[in-house]
């Protein structure tokens, strides 16, 4: 079955800065690949996806790309701000959604 | 309700004891899916219903853990002889689970504590 590996498990920015979170799956047959955040005490929530024939996404400040090729894909946030303190969920899709083990953000002020 | 409702929101047990969790989908979403999160932990898939289609039940860890999809909507996971280890928040989440665009959407969850 598919498998995500998702890193770094934690991660630490200064405010401003840039942050970039990694994750490879197994399955060669996923096509979809959506990222999540969770913030505490709150259900995950989709923030940005990409598809199987997509290598790159932008909405303001976010960006995912993807490597079907290396079966991996990337979320990058970039002019971190305190409020993107969460926790950050890759996910791939072969028909039902498997996630990786998430990345605590933490952006200091 | 516009989103998915899982309830109860908290849910202290005793060791031994059965426990039922519920989730209300988004009405029109066929696709529903159970998770465990223990404390600090990843997602862990447990269970994932399509339509008509017959449960993929391949994250259960073990035979005391059951879940029900009544009539294509409310799902029930079930929780026998429950133990410590079974303490986590457990979250559903559905979507229209249409091939390649299967936003999921999640419930707040139930934090399950076995004393």
């Known amino acids: 079955g598919e498998n995500v590996e998702q890193h770094p498990s934690t991660l630490s920015v200064q405010e401003g800065d840039s942050a970039v979170i990694k994750c490879t799956y197994s399955?060669?047959?996923?096509?979809?690949f959506p990222w999540y955040k969770q913030e505490l005490g709150k259900g995950p929530q989709l923030i940005i996806d990409i598809r199987s024939n997509v290598g790159e996404k932008k909405d303001q400040r976010i960006a995912v790309t993807l490597n079907k090729t290396a079966k991996h894909f990337s979320l990058h946030i970039t002019e971190t701000q305190p409020e993107d303190s969460a926790v950050y969920f890759c996910?791939?899709?072969?028909?039902?959604?498997?996630f990786g083990q998430g990345t605590t953000l933490q952006v200091k002020p | 309700g516009a989103g998915v409702s899982q309830s109860p929101s908290n849910k202290v047990t005793e060791k031994g004891k059965d426990v039922e969790l519920r989730c209300d989908p988004i009405?029109?979403?066929?696709?529903l899916y159970w998770y465990r999160q223990s404390l600090g932990q990843g997602l862990e898939f447990l269970i994932y219903f399509q339509g008509n289609s017959a449960p993929d039940k391949s994250g259960l860890p073990s035979d005391r853990f059951s879940a029900e999809r009544t009539g294509g909507s409310v799902s029930t996971l079930t929780i026998q002889r429950t133990q410590q280890e079974d303490s986590a928040v457990y979250l559903c989440?559905?979507?229209?689970?249409?091939?390649?665009?299967?936003?999921?959407?999640f419930g707040q969850g139930t934090r399950l504590t076995v004393v």
């Open positions: 989440a559905s979507s229209l689970g249409q091939a390649g665009n299967t936003e999921a959407f």
């Open positions: 399955d060669s047959a996923s096509n979809y």
């Open positions: 996910a791939a899709d072969t028909g039902k959604l498997i």
């Open positions: 009405s029109g979403h066929t696709a």
